[in-house]
């Protein structure tokens, strides 16, 4: 049924950029808090970025000042604008939905593949 559906990411040599986009419903937009967060094998699953409903962020310290995560209410989307991107971005990069009403629950993405050559 309803689902995230992640595009843009992509082979980009360092230094370069990258957007990404996670499109869902209407529903799951509109009451959730919209993160992107990546996996690198052999590494947890960590939080990139994040904005809430009322539009607070949040970022890793290891993103700040080079990406920007933003919403599109009428489209129903969430982006990741990645600038200087580096090799240690390299990862899976999953949009995430979470809402802590009326219980804590995470909606996931598929995943798409950022590689950033040195």
């Known amino acids: 049924q309803v689902q995230l559906v992640e595009s843009g990411g992509g082979l980009v040599q360092a230094g370069g950029s990258l957007r990404l986009s996670c499109a869902t419903s209407?529903?799951?937009?509109?009451?959730?808090?919209m993160g992107w967060y990546r996996q690198a094998p052999g590494k947890q699953r960590d939080l990139v970025a994040s904005i809430t409903t009322g539009g607070t962020t949040n970022y890793a310290d290891s993103v700040k000042g080079r990406f920007t995560i933003t919403r599109d209410d009428a489209k129903n989307t969430v982006y990741l604008q990645m600038n200087s991107l580096q090799p240690e971005d390299t990862a899976v990069y999953y949009c995430?939905?979470?809402?802590?009403?009326?219980?804590?629950?995470?909606?996931w993405g598929q995943g798409t593949q950022v590689t950033v050559s040195s």
């Open positions: 209407r529903t799951i937009f509109r009451f959730n808090t």
């Open positions: 995430n939905a979470r809402r802590s009403w009326p219980y804590e629950i995470n909606y």
